[in-house]
């Protein structure tokens, strides 16, 4: 027989094993005490009172747009849930197609008298009563995770796990085409105005004018910037694929960092397989995707290089981060989509702060931040303090929620009607 003392035999010998016994109900008592304080300080009892939606306008002193139209308003849809101690959460969302009357004539009769910490029940039946309108969900969920944040006093970000990043690169959504100025005067002023203002990375539109001419400017706007700044550009859909393969591959001497949806959307993005399999330059696309479930076969079939997801638009914070883990098993890049208001803006660098770097490389890339740069107060008004670019980067807001203070009068003002 083995001479060898077990572990067990030698705490009983040695008495030791009341003690850990003791030790061991003192310690589960105190963890049953934590738990019950929690319970006791965790707001529970938490009911939706009121769901309210904004729709919001303002006139652009300039028409401006993508290659396709030209938009003359700047148009957003608020959320606004209130709960009976006082908490509100506000979200944001695009009305198209009747987003306001789902939410309105089918959301909200669901969500009132309901518990919003109770976040898996509500995101059930979110999806269960309007027959998938992304767009819905993504109102009424960011506006729901702003109420959890700050019923349990904690971020987005650490609602989910704690942040990965304080701050993010931030790219200019800009150079969009506007009504009566030549782009040949345009975009090249602006560019080097917004590399003054900061920003690293620029991304401009194209496609509306012939390519040729498109090419030039862009060709201009490179020697502008010089090698070193991130040059993207955006085709919203005006090209044939034929016609795409051949402008990327102009882009790809430009060195040009990606080219956004340049074919038509329609159809779940067909034909965006063959365009990124026939270019080098990486394709970006998926700004319309209403859930996770849209975005899966595109993303197993390689039909982008980035993805991207839009949190007001694809059903909300979970949505995109679900949409961006399943790139990652396909080691495609997620860089979400971000044309929208501060909620937008707010929710999205709530997700960026857990999106990890593309790679374990000490140069990898990381996501950026797309920013919108025109006229827009539902951006710059509507919060206590509006986002800053600093050296390129945006600072993460850390407080609850969403971490941003809305006020409410200047809401009401740009507010119409239902």
Request: overall charge neutral.
């Amino acid at each position: 027989m083995s001479s060898a003392v077990h572990r067990r035999d030698f705490l009983i010998r040695s008495g030791t094993a009341g003690c850990l016994g003791v030790a061991s109900g003192l310690l589960m008592s105190a963890a049953h005490a934590d738990a019950a304080g929690e319970a006791e300080a965790k707001p529970s009892s938490l009911k939706i009172t009121k769901v309210e939606t904004f729709a919001l306008q303002h006139k652009l002193p300039r028409a401006i747009g993508p290659s396709t139209a030209l938009y003359g308003f700047r148009e957003a849809l608020l959320v606004k849930i209130t709960t009976d101690s006082g908490i509100v959460g506000w979200g944001e969302t695009a009305d198209v197609g009747g987003t306001r009357g789902i939410i309105e004539d089918h959301l909200k009769p669901m969500l009132l008298g309901k518990n919003p910490l109770e976040h898996r029940q509500l995101w059930r039946k979110l999806w269960g009563a309007n027959f998938g309108d992304g767009r819905a969900v993504a109102g009424v969920d960011v506006a729901l995770h702003d109420v959890r944040g700050k019923a349990l006093n904690q971020s987005i970000a650490d609602m989910y796990g704690g942040r990965v990043r304080d701050k993010v690169p931030a790219y200019a959504a800009a150079m969009n085409y506007t009504e009566g100025i030549r782009t040949e005067d345009q975009f090249p002023a602006e560019a080097k105005d917004l590399i003054a203002r900061g920003f690293r990375a620029i991304k401009l539109r194209t496609g509306r004018n012939e390519p040729k001419r498109d090419l030039a400017v862009l060709s201009k706007v490179r020697e502008t910037v010089g090698p070193d700044i991130r040059l993207l550009t955006d085709g919203n859909g005006a090209f044939t694929l034929p016609a795409a393969v051949k402008f990327g591959k102009e882009l790809e001497k430009l060195n040009f960092y990606c080219f956004e949806e340049p074919l038509p959307q329609a159809n779940h993005y067909a034909g965006y397989v063959e365009l990124t399999h026939s270019l080098d330059i990486a394709i970006a696309g998926g700004e319309v995707l209403d859930s996770r479930g849209s975005a899966r076969q595109l993303i197993v079939d390689r039909a982008f290089d980035i993805i991207q997801p839009d949190v007001s638009l694809c059903g909300g914070v979970a949505e995109v981060l679900f949409i961006a883990e399943m790139a990652r098993l396909f080691s495609m890049q997620c860089v979400p989509h971000c044309w929208g208001g501060a909620l937008t803006i707010a929710a999205t660098l709530q997700i960026h702060a857990l999106l990890p770097h593309d790679t374990w490389g000490f140069t990898s890339d990381e996501p950026m931040l797309e920013l919108d740069t025109y006229e827009n107060p539902f951006r710059d008004e509507i919060v206590r303090q509006p986002v800053k670019v600093e050296q390129g980067y945006v600072r993460i807001p850390t407080g609850p929620g969403l971490g941003v203070e809305i006020l409410e009068d200047v809401v009401k003002k740009y507010a119409r009607k239902p």
